[in-house]
C-alpha cells in the first residue's frame, strides 16, 4: 500500500530538506519512493509543496486532492491552503507559525483569524509551536526536524532508521540539535 505525504511551507523554512530527508528514509528502510516538489518563490516568502510517496512501487510521485495520509504544514496559512489535499482519516500538523504573504505585507489582504481552531473543526488536527521549541535548543531553523518527528508517529518507521537518516543528511555540525529537535516533536503527543 502506498502512502502519501505532503509537506507544504513556505521558503526558507526547510521544506526541500525535509522532503530529503523523507526520500532518504523510505529508500534506507527498502520502499520504492517518488518526490515531487512544486515551489512558487522558494527562496523567502513564496509558497513550497512537497509530495512525498512510498510504498512496495510507487507509479507516479503527485499526491491528489483527498489522499494525503499525513499533511506537514510549517505556517498556518499554507495549512488552510492545502487542507483539502488531506484524507478524512489523515493527520495534519500544523506548525503554530504566522508568515505574510506579500499581499498581506502591501496591505492589499488581511491575514485570515482562527486558522487553526477552523482547520479542527473538519480535520485531525496536531498543533505544535515548533519556532520556539527550537529557539530553547538555540538553534531556530531546526524547527522543522520537530515537525518531522511528530509526524514520524504516523509513519511505522523506527525511530533508530529516522535518527540514521537525519545523521546522513543535514549539515555536519547540526547533527546533534537536528537529532534533538527530532526527539522532542517524536515525544510531544503522547
Given amino acids: 500500500m502506498t502512502k502519501n505525504?505532503?509537506?507544504?511551507?513556505?521558503?526558507?523554512?526547510?521544506?526541500?530538506?525535509?522532503?530529503?530527508?523523507?526520500g532518504k528514509l523510505m529508500l534506507h528502510v527498502g520502499y520504492d519512493v517518488k518526490i515531487s516538489e512544486v515551489h512558487g518563490m522558494a527562496q523567502r516568502g513564496?509558497?513550497?509543496?512537497?509530495?512525498?510517496?512510498?510504498?512496495?512501487?510507487?507509479?507516479?510521485p503527485i499526491v491528489e486532492e483527498g489522499q494525503a495520509d499525513?499533511?506537514?504544514a510549517f505556517e498556518q496559512l499554507e495549512a488552510l491552503r492545502y487542507a483539502?489535499?488531506?484524507?478524512?482519516?489523515?493527520?495534519?500538523?500544523?506548525n503554530d507559525e504566522k508568515i505574510d504573504p506579500m499581499p498581506v505585507v502591501i496591505g492589499a489582504a488581511t491575514y485570515p483569524k482562527h486558522i487553526i481552531e477552523d482547520l479542527e473543526k473538519t480535520y485531525n488536527v496536531l498543533k505544535v509551536n515548533a519556532l520556539e521549541e527550537a529557539k530553547k535548543l538555540g538553534n531556530p531553523r531546526v524547527f522543522n526536524n520537530i515537525v518531522l518527528g511528530i509526524a514520524a508517529k504516523h509513519m511505522d518507521i523506527a525511530y533508530e532508521d529516522w535518527m540514521t537518516v537525519i545523521s546522513d543528511t543535514v549539515p555536519p555540525k547540526?547533527?546533534?540539535?537536528?537529532?534533538?529537535?527530532f526527539d522532542i516533536g517524536f515525544h510531544m503527543h503522547e
Avoid at 505525504?5 to 523523507?22: A, D, E, N
Avoid at 510517496?53 to 510507487?58: A, N, S
Avoid at 547540526?174 to 534533538?180: D, L, S
Fill in 46 to 60: 513564496g509558497s513550497v509543496v512537497t509530495f512525498v510517496r512510498y510504498g512496495k512501487q510507487v507509479a507516479e
Fill in 5 to 22: 505525504i505532503m509537506i507544504v511551507g513556505v521558503g526558507g523554512q526547510g521544506t526541500l530538506l525535509t522532503s530529503r530527508i523523507l
Fill in 84 to 94: 483539502h489535499f488531506l484524507r478524512k482519516d489523515g493527520i495534519l500538523i500544523v
Fill in 70 to 72: 499525513v499533511l506537514i
Fill in 174 to 181: 547540526t547533527i546533534e540539535v537536528n537529532k534533538k529537535a
